[in-house]
C-alpha cells in the first residue's frame, strides 16, 4: 500500500509569489491534516480537511488556505509569501475509524 | 487548550543505555496519545500510540504508559542503538472526530558506540 505522497519534495520561492503543496493520501484515507513545522515554532497544525470539507483550522493568517478533492487528494496554498513562511510542511491521512496519523516526507519550502 | 510539555534536550546516550524522555500533557476529556519520530530529511513515523488510561503502547522496544493520574505519557526503551538517534515528539488528540494533533517541542536524541 503507497504511503502518503507530498509533492514536490523541495521549492525555493521568491518573497510576495505564491506557492500550492500537493498532497495525495494512502488509499480509502478520508482525512487529510496540514502541519508546519519550523525550528522555532515546532510544529503547528494549519487545517484538516474531510470530505472535501475544511474540518478544523489552526491559527495562521488567511493567505495560508487549502482544499480537498472528491478523490481525497489535497493542496494547500500560501500567497504573498513571506521570509517566515519558510518551513517543512507535512500532510497526514487518516483512516475513518482510526486515531492514526500517517505523514508522508513533507515539502521543504525556502523563501528568499 | 491542549498542551504537551516535553523533556528538553538534545539527550546523547551511549550505546546500550536506557533511555526515558519525559512527556507530560493539559487536555479537556480522554486524549490518545502518540509518540513520533522523525530521522534526518524525513516526516514523522508513528512509533507507538496508547488511546485509555494505564493502555502500554509498544514498537520496536519502545514503551510508553499512558497515566491519567500523572498526565504524563514518558518514553522508555532499555538498550539504545546507534540507529535510535533521531528526534522524537510526544503528541495528543483530544477528541475523535477533531484530529488536530497538538505536539510538544521534540527531543533530539544522539546514540554515540
Known amino acids: 500500500k503507497a504511503g502518503v505522497t507530498q509533492t514536490p519534495r523541495y521549492l525555493i520561492k521568491t518573497r510576495g509569489q505564491q506557492v500550492t503543496l500537493s498532497c495525495s493520501p494512502i488509499?480509502?484515507?478520508?482525512?487529510v491534516s496540514w502541519y508546519q513545522q519550523t525550528p522555532g515554532q515546532g510544529l503547528q497544525f494549519l487545517f484538516e480537511?474531510?470530505?472535501?470539507?475544511?474540518?478544523n483550522k489552526g491559527n495562521f493568517p488567511g493567505r495560508f488556505s487549502g482544499r480537498q478533492f472528491s478523490n481525497s487528494r489535497s493542496e494547500m496554498n500560501v500567497s504573498t509569501l513571506e521570509l517566515g513562511d519558510s518551513a517543512l510542511y507535512l500532510c497526514?491521512?487518516?483512516?475513518?475509524?482510526?486515531?492514526?496519523?500517517?505523514f508522508g516526507q513533507g515539502t521543504r519550502l525556502t523563501v528568499v | 487548550g491542549d498542551s504537551v510539555t516535553q523533556m528538553e534536550g538534545p539527550v546523547t546516550l551511549s550505546e546500550e543505555a536506557f533511555l526515558t524522555i519525559n512527556c507530560t500533557y493539559t487536555?479537556?476529556?480522554?486524549?490518545?496519545l502518540f509518540w513520533y519520530v522523525q530521522y534526518p530529511g524525513e516526516g514523522l513515523q508513528l512509533l507507538l500510540k496508547?488511546?485509555?488510561?494505564?493502555d502500554k503502547g509498544s514498537n520496536k522496544g519502545f514503551e510508553a504508559t499512558y497515566r491519567k493520574e500523572t498526565t504524563s505519557f514518558h518514553l522508555e526503551k532499555g538498550s539504545v542503538q546507534v540507529s535510535d538517534s533521531a528526534v522524537y515528539f510526544c503528541?495528543?488528540?483530544?477528541?475523535?472526530?477533531?484530529?488536530?494533533?497538538?505536539f510538544g517541542t521534540g527531543t533530539r536524541l544522539t546514540i554515540i558506540p
Open positions: 497526514a491521512s487518516r483512516a475513518p475509524t482510526n486515531t492514526e496519523a500517517f
Open positions: 488509499s480509502g484515507h478520508r482525512s
Open positions: 480537511y474531510f470530505s472535501e470539507t475544511q474540518r
Open positions: 487536555a479537556t476529556g480522554y486524549p490518545s
Open positions: 496508547a488511546t485509555k488510561a494505564d
Open positions: 503528541a495528543l488528540t483530544s477528541n475523535f472526530g477533531n484530529e488536530k494533533l497538538t
